[in-house]
C-alpha cells in the first residue's frame, strides 16, 4: 500500500511540474525555483480572492434570517460542484492511456481504479484550494457558535460526503461512458443529440421572449439622439426598469421560496433529523457500490476500443468522408492522410461527445435559438442581415473553440509527443504538421459550415441582395477560426506530456490558448457585438442601418487579412525553432 501511495505522490508531482515547464524554461531566472513550492505558492495567491469575496458576502450579504438557507444552499453546491469533477475526470479512470501496464499488474482492477481515483482526489485538493476555502470559511462564517472542534468536525464531514459524492458520479458517469464507447454510434445517438440541441434551441428562444418587453421599454424612452443625451429621459425609464426588474424578482422568489419549492424544502429536510439518516444511506450505498465487481471498469478493453472498428457506424462514416474531402482538396499531405487515418482510432475520445464534433455544439443550437427569436421579432432588413451576420460569426468562431477545447489530442501538435523526434530526423519541416493539423480541422468544419448557412436561409425571409454580404463574412469566419485556435501552438507546445490526457491541458497551456485566440475575437466580434446592441436599444437612422453589414463585411475582411499575416508569421517562427530545439 505504501507502494502505491508513494506512486500517486510521484504522479502528483510529476503533474505539478509539468503545469509551468514552459515556463521555467523560458525564464533563467526562476529556472532554479522549486517548481512543487511555486505551483501551490499561485495557488495560494489564486485563493485571495476567495477570501476576498467570503468577507464580502459575510458582511455585506448574509442576513441572520437566512441562515438556513445560506447553509443548504453552500451544502448543496460544494456537493454539486464535487459531482461535477467526479464526472470530468471520468477519461482518467475509465480510460487510463496506461491500460497495458494495468493489464499485467497483479492488482485487481478494484485496486486500480481506487488508486486512479485517490490520485484524481488529491489532484482536486491542489488545483482547487480557493473553492474549499470559501465554502468552509462562509459556512463557518455563519455558524459562530461552532467550537474548534465543531469546524473541524465539519470540514472532515464535508470532505467526506464531497468524497463519496465524487466516487459516485464518477462510477456511475465513466460506466456510462464506456457503454456509449463499446457501442455504435448509431440513429439513437443522433436523436438523443437532436432532442438535446432542439432542448437549447428553445430555451435561447424563450430567453429572448422574456427580455424583449425590457428592450421595447428602452427603445420606445429614447427615439433620437438628443433623448439619449437627456438626462431627464434617464431619470424617467430608471423607474420603468426597476418595476419590471422588481416584477421578475418577485416571480423568481416566489418560485423558489414557496412553499413547495425544492429549495425550502431541502433547507427543512437539510436541518432535520431526516437528513443525517439520508446521509448515511448515501455513504453505505457509495461504499457497497465499489465492492461490485461488474462495477470496476475493465482496462483490459482499452486496446480493443482503440482498434475496434464497425461495420455500420456513424463515426467509420465519418471518418471514410474526411477521407474523401482529403483526397480532393489535400491529396498529397501525408501528415493529414495520418491524422484522418487516427479518427477511427481515438473513438474513446471521440465517441461521448461525436455529435458535437460532427454538426454543432449545443452551445451554437443555443445562439441559433436566440438569434432566431431576434429575427423573428423584427421587420427591418438591416436588423435582420446584421443578426444573420452575428449569428454566423459567433457560431462559427464558437465550434472552432469547442474542436480545440473538447478534442485537443486531435489537433495540437503536441499530441504527436515522442514521434517528433522522427519527424526531426526525417528533415520534415514541422511547418508541415502544424499546416496539416490546420487543415484538419477545417475538413472537421465542412459539415458545421454548411448547418450554419441552412440555418441562415432559414432566418433568411428572402433577403437575396444580401446574401453575398453573408455568404462572405461566413467563408471568412471558417478561414480564419481554425488559424485563431491554433497560430500560437508551434510556440508553446510540449512534446513529454506523462499523460496522452495532458495534451493542452496544463495550466500555462490552457491559459495561453485561451487569451491568444480571445485576441482576433476582440478585434472581429467586439465591434459587431457593440453595433448589435445598439441596434436593439436605440433608434439609429436607417441610412446606418442599411449601411451597417457592408461596413463591417469590409472591416472584418481588413482584420482577417491582419490577423491572417501576423498569425501565420507567428506560427511560422515556432515551427521553426521546432526544428532545431528540443522541447519539452
Not at 234 to 241: D, K
Not at 567 to 581: D, Q, V, Y
Request: aromatic share 18%; glycine share 4%.
Amino acid at each position: 500500500m505504501l507502494q502505491w501511495l508513494f506512486l500517486i505522490r510521484l504522479t502528483i508531482k510529476n503533474r505539478i511540474e509539468n503545469q509551468f515547464l514552459r515556463l521555467f524554461e523560458t525564464f533563467a531566472i526562476i529556472k532554479k525555483w522549486n517548481r512543487v513550492r511555486f505551483f501551490f505558492f499561485m495557488k495560494l495567491l489564486g485563493a485571495i480572492p476567495a477570501i476576498i469575496v467570503a468577507f464580502t458576502s459575510l458582511k455585506f450579504l448574509y442576513r441572520p434570517e437566512l441562515k438556513n438557507v445560506w447553509g443548504a444552499c453552500i451544502f448543496l453546491g460544494f456537493l454539486i460542484f464535487h459531482a461535477i469533477q467526479g464526472l470530468i475526470v471520468y477519461r482518467r479512470t475509465h480510460f487510463p492511456t496506461e491500460s497495458n501496464l494495468y493489464n499485467v499488474s497483479p492488482r485487481s482492477e478494484r485496486f486500480i481504479y481506487l488508486m486512479l481515483l485517490a490520485e484524481q482526489w488529491f489532484w482536486l485538493i491542489c488545483t482547487y484550494p480557493s473553492i474549499y476555502i470559501l465554502a468552509f470559511s462562509v459556512y463557518i462564517g455563519i455558524h459562530p457558535e461552532l467550537t474548534l472542534i465543531g469546524s473541524i468536525f465539519v470540514i472532515s464531514t464535508g470532505f467526506f460526503l464531497a468524497l463519496i459524492c465524487f466516487i459516485i458520479f464518477n462510477l456511475g458517469y465513466g460506466l456510462y461512458m464506456v457503454h456509449k464507447v463499446l457501442k455504435p454510434i448509431g440513429i439513437f445517438r443522433f436523436a438523443g443529440y437532436i432532442i438535446t440541441s432542439s432542448i437549447f434551441c428553445a430555451l435561447g428562444y424563450s430567453i429572448i421572449l422574456v427580455i424583449s418587453p425590457f428592450i421595447f421599454i428602452v427603445r420606445e424612452q429614447f427615439k433620437s439622439w438628443d433623448q439619449v443625451i437627456d438626462n431627464r429621459m434617464w431619470e424617467e425609464l430608471f423607474p420603468l426598469v426597476q418595476d419590471y426588474v422588481t416584477l421578475k424578482m418577485h416571480w423568481i422568489f416566489d418560485f423558489a421560496f414557496n412553499e413547495s419549492s425544492f429549495l425550502v424544502r431541502f433547507e427543512n429536510e437539510f436541518y432535520s433529523g431526516s437528513m443525517l439518516y439520508w446521509i448515511i444511506i448515501v455513504c453505505f450505498g457509495g461504499f457497497v457500490l465499489l465492492f461490485f465487481k461488474q462495477l470496476m471498469p475493465q482496462y483490459n478493453f482499452t486496446e480493443s476500443i482503440i482498434q475496434r472498428s464497425f461495420g455500420r457506424d456513424f463515426l467509420v462514416a465519418y471518418s471514410k468522408m474526411l477521407q474523401k474531402f482529403r483526397e480532393v482538396l489535400f491529396p498529397n499531405d501525408i501528415f493529414l492522410w495520418k491524422d484522418t487515418q487516427q479518427l477511427k482510432e481515438s473513438r474513446w475520445i471521440i465517441s461521448p461527445q461525436f455529435f458535437s464534433l460532427v454538426f454543432l455544439s449545443y452551445e451554437s443550437s443555443f445562439y441559433f435559438g436566440i438569434f432566431l427569436a431576434a429575427v423573428n421579432s423584427v421587420s427591418n432588413v438591416g436588423y435582420i442581415v446584421t443578426f444573420i451576420i452575428t449569428f454566423s460569426l459567433l457560431t462559427i468562431v464558437n465550434q472552432a473553440y469547442e474542436l480545440r477545447e473538447e478534442f485537443p489530442i486531435l489537433f495540437l501538435i503536441s499530441s504527436e509527443g515522442k514521434q517528433i523526434e522522427l519527424i526531426r530526423l526525417s528533415k520534415t519541416p514541422i511547418l508541415k504538421l502544424y499546416l496539416a493539423k490546420l487543415k484538419f480541422m477545417r475538413l472537421t468544419m465542412i459539415i458545421p459550415m454548411m448547418i450554419i448557412i441552412m440555418m441562415s436561409l432559414w432566418m433568411f425571409q428572402g433577403l437575396w441582395s444580401h446574401l453575398f454580404t453573408i455568404f462572405w463574412v461566413q467563408c471568412l469566419a471558417y478561414w480564419i477560426s481554425p488559424l485563431c485556435q491554433l497560430y500560437i501552438s508551434p510556440q508553446i507546445s510540449k512534446f513529454k506530456n506523462q499523460n496522452k490526457l495532458d495534451v493542452g491541458d496544463t495550466i500555462e497551456e490552457v491559459n495561453i490558448y485561451r487569451k491568444f485566440q480571445a485576441i482576433p475575437r476582440k478585434f472581429a466580434v467586439v465591434p459587431l457585438l457593440i453595433a448589435l446592441y445598439l441596434l436593439i436599444f436605440l433608434h439609429l437612422p436607417q441610412e446606418v442601418i442599411n449601411m451597417l453589414p457592408y461596413a463591417f463585411s469590409i472591416y472584418f475582411t481588413l482584420i482577417v487579412i491582419v490577423f491572417g499575416t501576423i498569425a501565420n508569421s507567428i506560427s511560422k517562427r515556432g515551427a521553426s525553432k521546432l526544428e532545431f530545439e528540443r522541447r519539452l
